[in-house]
């Protein structure tokens, strides 16, 4: 049964980057589409990005221009560069297939962008 792990959270001031890993043990992700969301206290759960291979990657408007995703398939890793950060992006992140599989979630990490 494939598990995913995020990673890479933590603090960080306005205008400042992080980098988001998801490690999936298990089973390949190589033929999935895999996902980035995350989750505000009293907000739906929301969609950030979305890869399959390449270029081949869709943004929502809140994070487009500011946000990477990537995948490195030999590692099993998804990722989400995230640079410019802004107050409103202060969500728990996770990853997942898109769309999701409810089997799937992991614990997220917590990013808290704050002055």
């Known amino acids: 049964q494939v598990k995913l792990v995020e990673s890479g959270g933590g603090l960080v001031q306005p205008g400042g980057s992080l980098k988001l890993s998801c490690a999936a043990s298990?089973?390949?992700?190589?033929?999935?589409?895999m996902a980035w969301y995350r989750r505000t206290p009293g907000k739906e759960r929301e969609l950030v990005a979305h890869i399959l291979r390449g270029s081949n990657t869709y943004y929502a408007d809140f994070v487009k221009g500011r946000f990477t995703i990537s995948r490195d398939n030999a590692k099993n890793t998804v990722y989400l560069r995230m640079d410019s950060l802004k107050s409103e992006d202060t969500a728990v992140y996770y990853c997942?297939?898109?769309?999701?599989?409810?089997?799937?979630w992991g614990q997220g990490t917590q990013v808290t962008v704050s002055s």
């Open positions: 298990g089973s390949a992700l190589n033929s999935n589409i």
């Open positions: 997942n297939r898109f769309p999701w599989l409810e089997d799937l």
